[in-house]
């Protein structure tokens, strides 16, 4: 069972933020990629908590995860609807930091916010218009 995480534990830090707003994206991709930071963060906490690698984090340690996230707790209304609707976002985030990854030829846990932010914008050059 995912324990509580620590309450130091941000949403996005100020400079993260700033990295994502100062990207050539729309609001759709900047709010993606806002997730996709996020969900980074929370599988790593969960991989090192529970001693298994990014790709073994499983949808319910995810939302086990989110659910005790008092980051997530302040800055909205949740429901339960939500909390699953919040899960999904970040567990469907894997598959661009996958890709991200595999484009850096490293793994999804040696992601840094700068190579993520890179990734969605090379993503966005490469969608037709």
């Known amino acids: 069972m995912v324990e509580p995480q620590p309450p130091n534990l941000q949403f996005l830090t100020w400079e ?3 990295e ?9 991709e900047k709010f993606s990629t806002r997730i996709a930071i996020y969900a980074l963060r929370v599988l790593k906490a969960i991989a090192q908590q529970d001693k298994i690698t990014i790709e073994a ?3 319910e340690q995810v939302q086990a ?3 005790n996230d008092p980051t997530i707790q302040q800055q909205v209304d949740l429901d339960t609807h ?6 999904r976002l970040v567990v469907s985030s894997l598959k661009p930091l996958k890709q991200i990854a595999l484009d850096h030829h490293t793994s ?3 992601l ?3 190579l993520v932010v890179q990734g969605f914008e090379r993503q966005s050059k490469v969608r037709p218009e």
């Open 20 to 28: 994502v707003d100062k990207a050539l994206l729309t609001s759709a």
């Open 112 to 114: 840094t916010v700068p």
């Open 57 to 59: 984090v499983t949808p």
């Open 65 to 67: 995860w989110i659910e």
């Open 82 to 87: 939500f909390e699953r609707f919040f899960s």
């Open 16 to 18: 993260e933020a700033a």
């Open 108 to 110: 999804i846990a040696d």
